[in-house]
């Protein structure tokens, strides 16, 4: 069966580091665009960042552009999403989503048909 997992979520000081992974099984992830979002308490959910299915295309929300960044590895059939510097407004559930052979990837939910369950990172003293 298609399934996503999200983790490497949890607590983490202003300006550290977290590594988030999204697991696919079911399914070969090189075939498709990867969205990863989140959503803060009393927000709406806003896309973080994308990589389409060949990996020669990314884009990222203005707001975590230099610190953000996605990958993949087709091996291990995961991608992932690596933060550096976070910032306590980047407290939130991340979900990653799932869309076949969209080019270029883009950051708007409608585009996305498959969801994980999320994971959640805050950011603290």
């Known amino acids: 069966q298609l399934q996503l997992v999200e983790s490497g979520g949890g607590l983490v000081q202003p300006g550290g580091s977290l590594r988030l992974s999204c697991a696919a099984s079911?399914?070969?992830?090189?075939?498709?665009?990867i969205g990863w979002f989140r959503q803060a308490p009393g927000k709406g959910r806003e896309g973080v960042s994308c990589?389409?299915?060949?990996?020669?295309?990314?884009n990222y929300a203005d707001s975590v552009q230099g610190r953000f960044t996605i990958s993949k590895d087709n091996a291990k059939n995961t991608a992932y999403l690596q933060m550096h510097n976070l910032k306590p407004e980047d407290t939130a559930v991340y979900y990653c989503?799932?869309?076949?052979?969209?080019?270029?990837?883009?950051?708007?939910?409608?585009?996305?048909?498959?969801w994980g369950q999320g994971t959640q990172v805050t950011v603290s003293s």
């Open positions: 990589i389409n299915n060949n990996g020669d295309n990314a």
């Open positions: 989503a799932i869309v076949y052979g969209f080019k270029p990837c883009t950051l708007e939910r409608y585009t996305y048909d498959y």
């Open positions: 079911g399914f070969t992830l090189a075939y498709w665009s």
